[in-house]
């Protein structure tokens, strides 16, 4: 909302209207969110509520015992990724405060649509606090980016050691996961000092990160640790999330399906995590045979489960937002 805009004429009101860069920057979002409430629509219309309640009256103790130590473990290797990426970028991110930021994102990012809001506000209350919200931002771009090319990589591994609906299509992928690999250490590699202007900038600030924040000797390793760790993670609940759900198909068969839903996790368009998931999940489990209401009960209580793993976060949040815990916030700094 940037004007009041009136009419050319005298009699017309005064309407108030927003910006063309506003509506723009709404519109995304907004469709985001649109897409995930017609794929579970669609999902709805096509099982029923029955495979999403039955899933959730399954949780019990052992579950929410099991989402809270494992939430905590892929909470800290989120965190030290990020702490490693951040510190080769030049600032400096206590562990202590990076799992602090990290258990509200993903809180934020399992209650709020899209599925990354969270992600957003740890980028820029982390860039705040250090002085620099453009170097932040970069950082956790970047913390997300390489957690996601390992995720993928790992994905491309066990698809093809594990039968699944979609290893036809893996050469596929995994071409295109070595174009990207490729095409980052070029970019790190080669200065890119024959861009057009407007680029020449923007491409030396992405090849300078990923040379300090991704590829350098003291990061990069930690940073594939922490990575395979949060995967490892992440893939062990939505097991334990299969097994309450009712599903009794060996690991070896869940393993491949249970990847590919997270994959879809990726897709930013989700109501509070649910969407994309609950869709591929659907087709993953009919297309191996084992229903897809299954596939919608196991992603539902996986759904839960990452909720409940989550709930420390909505404790940061509170403490954040408490009166006088202003000396509680355990700012990044920049350093050299």
């Known amino acids: 909302m940037e004007a009041i805009c009136h009419a050319p004429v005298a009699p017309a009101p005064p309407a108030v209207l927003p910006s063309v860069p506003a509506v723009s920057a709404l519109r ?10 017609g794929l579970l629509a669609l999902l709805v ?4 509520v029955g495979p999403f309640l039955h899933g959730l009256r399954l949780i019990d103790a052992p579950a929410v015992a099991v989402a809270l130590g494992v939430g905590l473990f892929t909470t800290v290797c989120c965190a030290w990724r990020w702490r490693l990426v951040a510190e080769g970028l030049g600032v400096r991110l206590p562990l202590r405060a990076a799992v602090g930021h990290c258990y509200r994102a993903v809180f934020l990012n399992a209650t709020l649509p899209g599925g990354v809001l969270g992600d957003v506000d740890r980028a820029v209350r982390s ?3 250090a002085g620099d919200v453009a170097t932040g931002v970069r950082a956790v771009v970047w913390e997300r980016t390489a957690g996601q090319v390992v ?3 790992l994905a491309a591994v066990l698809l093809l050691a ?3 609906p979609v290893r036809p299509l893996l050469p596929v992928v995994l071409g295109v996961l070595a174009a990207v690999l490729l ?3 070029l970019l790190a590699r080669l200065a890119p000092a024959r861009s057009p202007a407007r680029w020449a900038r923007p491409l030396r600030v992405a090849a300078a990160d990923l040379r300090a924040g991704l590829l350098a000797r003291r990061t990069r390793v930690g940073v594939v640790l922490a990575s395979v760790g949060a995967v490892a993670g992440h893939l062990a609940t939505f097991v334990v999330a299969a097994r309450t759900a009712g599903a009794t198909a060996p690991v070896s068969e869940l393993l491949p399906l249970t990847l590919l839903a997270l994959l879809a996790m990726g897709v930013p368009a989700n109501v509070g995590g649910f969407g994309p998931r609950e869709g591929v999940a659907a087709w993953a489990f009919g297309a191996a045979g084992l229903g897809a209401a299954q596939g919608v009960a196991t992603a539902t209580v996986y759904g839960a489960l990452v909720l409940v793993g989550s709930l420390p976060g909505a404790v940061v949040l509170v403490l954040r937002w408490w009166p006088g815990r ?7 700094t920049i350093g050299g």
Do not use: E, T, Y
Not at 28 to 37: I, Q, T, V, Y
Not at 45 to 48: A, I, K, M
């Open 326 to 332: 202003a000396g509680a916030r355990h700012g990044a």
């Open 183 to 185: 095409g980052a250490v």
């Open 127 to 129: 860039g705040h606090d």
């Open 162 to 164: 594990f039968p699944s």
């Open 151 to 153: 995720q993928v990589g």
């Open 45 to 48: 219309w096509g099982v029923g």
């Open 28 to 37: 995304g979002p907004a469709a985001r969110l649109l897409l995930g409430l």
